[in-house]
């Protein structure tokens, strides 16, 4: 069903589908056909997509590296809110990755990644603490 979606450019499916044939499951490990299907998803706005596409620019893999195209796509990815692609655009602006070094830029995007972990364990907290009140009323 990945590849039928895929083939009517559904972006999930071809994000997903890059990621098959990136890693081999199902399929057999093609890095052109990989970041064919994360360029495509990338360019409707898939958030993993760009992150995936970024890091293959900036790994090389299946392609030259291309440290700019690396972070544009990252960057793409960070602005719609994707964590990994936050995280890394930290790193590539603290490392000086793609231009120039910018701790400022870094520190904004690794804060905005904490921000993200920070609300994901307040929910679990919370969850958690809603299943242990129910217990207990048990």
């Known amino acids: 069903w990945t590849r039928k979606s895929a083939e009517k450019g559904y972006a999930p499916a071809l994000c997903r589908l890059g990621e098959m044939y990136r890693d081999g499951w199902g399929v057999g490990i093609n890095k052109m056909h990989a970041f064919f299907c994360f360029r495509k998803a ?11 596409l970024g890091q293959m620019y900036l790994c090389g893999a299946g392609l030259e590296i291309d440290e700019e195209q690396a972070v544009f796509w990252t960057r793409k990815a960070a602005e719609q809110g994707e964590l990994e692609a936050q995280e890394e655009l930290g790193r590539m602006y603290s490392a000086g990755i793609g ?19 920070h609300k ?16 207990l009323k048990q």
């Not at 231009?99 to 972990?117: V, Y």
């Open 99 to 117: 231009g120039a070094c910018d701790q400022e830029a870094a520190a904004f995007w690794k804060q905005k990644a904490c921000e993200q972990i």
């Open 120 to 135: 994901a364990m307040d929910y679990r907290a919370l969850m958690l603490k809603k299943h242990r009140q129910r217990d």
């Open 42 to 52: 990338a360019e409707q706005a898939d958030a993993q997509a760009q992150y995936h």
